[in-house]
C-alpha cells in the first residue's frame, strides 16, 4: 500500500490537465503565462513581492476562461494594484522603448550591461565602464535613437572613452573588438607555481575579455590519472610540488620530479591548444604544467595568437597568507595541506621565474588583485596591437 506523500504523487499525475488560458493580442493567441506576468511589472518598476501576488491573483480570475485580452488583463492588473501604480507619477514608470543594435544579419536590444562588460577589455575598472556605458545610452537617446548598427555604436564607444579616459585606453577597446570574430583565436597561457592566483586571475580576465573557455591542467592531469596508472606514470599522480618525492640522482629531486609532471601533462596542453586552433575559439589554459619553453610556441605562430605570462607571488608571506586562506576554504580537501609544503613550492616558483627571465616571458606579481587583473587585460590587447598593427579608422 502506498503512503500518503505517495498516494498525493500519484494524484497529482493521474489528475486531468486543466485547460490553458489564451491571451489574445494584434500578433495572435499565446498562453497566459505568470512568470512573463511577473517579470513585465519588474520592468514597470513594481517590487517583486506585489509583482507576483498580482500575478497570482490575475490567474485566478482568468482561470477556467478559454480566452481573455491584453486589455482585460491591465485592467484587472489596474484593479489589485491601483489606477496611479503603472502611471508615470506612480511608483512604476513604463520602460523606456527598447533600442536595437543591428549587425551581421540580426538584431539584439541594446544593454548597458553587456556593452560595459565589452568596454572592459580597455583594461579599466568595472565602475567606470559602466559609467561609459550609460552615458552612451543617454547620447542614444537624447538623439532620439531607435536603432544602431554594431559599427556606429562601437565609434561612439571608442569616442567616449577616448574623451572620458584617454585614446590609448580607447584603441585597446577597438584592438580586443577586431579578435572578437578572429580569424586566428587568441590563447591566453597562464603558468606558475601552486597557489600564484593563476585561476583567479584566468576567470576574471575571461569575464573582461568575454572569452568563455577557460580550463586549468588540473583538469588535464585528472583526466590522465584516469587514463595512466600510478605504476606507469607516477609523476602524475602527486602534487606538483610532492613528485620529486623518493627520486634520486644529481640535482634539486623537487623540481625534477615537478619538471617530470609538467612534461607529461603539456601532451595535454597541446591537445587544448590544438582543439582551440580547430574550433578557431578563444581560450585562457591556466596551471602549474604550463612551463616555459616546454610549450612550443612556434609551432602556433600562423594559425593563433598564443600570448605567455608566468603569474608569481614574490612575497613569501603572501603565499602563506594566501594558503592558510585557501585551507579555510577547503576543508573537505585537507589533503592540500599546502602551507607545510610551501618551501618546495617557493622552489618550483623560483625555477619558474629563472625560466621566464631565459624564455622572455612577462611576469606577473600578484601582490594585488585587481592590479593583476587589469595588467593582464592590458598586456594581452597591447600584445595583439603589436603582433598585427592596425589603423583606428580601419576598426571603426
Known amino acids: 500500500m502506498a503512503n500518503p506523500e505517495e498516494e498525493e504523487r500519484l494524484n497529482a499525475t493521474a489528475a486531468p490537465e486543466r485547460p490553458r488560458t489564451f491571451v489574445e493580442d494584434p500578433e495572435g493567441r499565446r498562453p497566459f503565462m505568470r512568470g512573463i506576468m511577473i517579470h513585465s511589472l519588474l520592468a514597470r518598476g513594481i517590487s517583486f513581492e506585489d509583482a507576483f501576488r498580482t500575478a497570482n491573483e490575475v490567474r485566478e480570475r482568468v482561470r477556467g476562461r478559454p480566452v481573455v485580452t491584453r486589455e ?19 511608483r512604476g514608470r513604463p520602460a523606456p522603448e527598447a533600442i536595437v543594435v543591428g549587425g551581421h544579419g540580426r538584431k539584439l536590444p541594446f544593454s548597458k550591461g553587456i556593452l560595459s562588460q565589452s568596454l572592459l577589455a580597455a583594461a579599466i575598472e568595472p565602475t567606470d565602464a559602466f559609467d561609459v556605458a550609460r552615458e552612451i545610452e543617454g547620447q542614444l537617446r537624447a538623439r532620439g535613437v531607435r536603432e544602431i548598427d554594431r559599427g556606429e555604436l562601437r565609434r561612439i564607444a571608442f569616442e567616449t572613452l577616448s574623451k572620458r579616459i584617454g585614446p590609448r585606453i580607447a584603441e585597446r577597446y577597438l584592438v580586443w573588438r577586431r579578435y572578437q570574430e578572429p580569424e586566428r583565436p587568441v590563447i591566453l597561457l597562464l603558468g606558475g607555481a601552486t597557489g600564484a592566483g593563476k585561476t583567479s586571475l584566468g576567470l576574471e580576465v575571461a569575464h573582461r575579455l568575454g572569452i568563455q573557455r577557460v580550463l586549468s591542467t588540473d583538469s588535464i592531469r585528472q583526466i590522465m590519472r584516469i587514463m595512466l ?89 603572501a603565499y602563506r597568507n594566501r594558503f592558510a ?49 587589469l595588467s593582464i587585460v592590458r598586456h594581452v590587447t597591447e600584445s595583439l596591437r603589436k603582433k598585427v598593427p592596425f589603423d583606428v579608422v580601419e576598426l571603426l
Do not use: C, W
Open 72 to 90: 482585460e488583463l491591465a485592467k484587472a492588473v489596474r484593479e489589485i494594484l491601483g489606477e496611479g501604480a503603472l502611471s508615470e507619477e506612480g
Open 229 to 317: 596508472s600510478a605504476e606507469l606514470v607516477p609523476a602524475i599522480h602527486r602534487s606538483s610540488y610532492e613528485a620529486g618525492e623518493g627520486q634520486s640522482g644529481s640535482g634539486d629531486p623537487v623540481i625534477a620530479g615537478f619538471r617530470a609532471q609538467a612534461a607529461t601533462v603539456a601532451v595535454g596542453v597541446r591537445a587544448m591548444m590544438d582543439r582551440a586552433v580547430a574550433e578557431s575559439s578563444s581560450m585562457i589554459l591556466d596551471g602549474v604544467s604550463i612551463v616555459p619553453g616546454m610549450v612550443d610556441l612556434a609551432a602556433y605562430e600562423h594559425t593563433a595568437h598564443v600570448i605567455f605570462l608566468v603569474v608569481a607571488t614574490l612575497s613569501a608571506e
Open 325 to 373: 586562506a585557501r585551507e579555510r576554504d577547503e576543508i573537505r580537501r585537507p589533503q592540500h595541506r599546502y602551507a607545510e609544503h610551501l618551501e618546495p613550492i617557493l622552489r618550483i616558483q623560483e625555477h619558474f621565474l629563472e625560466l621566464a627571465d631565459r624564455y622572455n616571458i612577462p611576469i606577473v606579481d600578484n601582490d594585488n588583485f585587481d592590479r593583476s587583473v
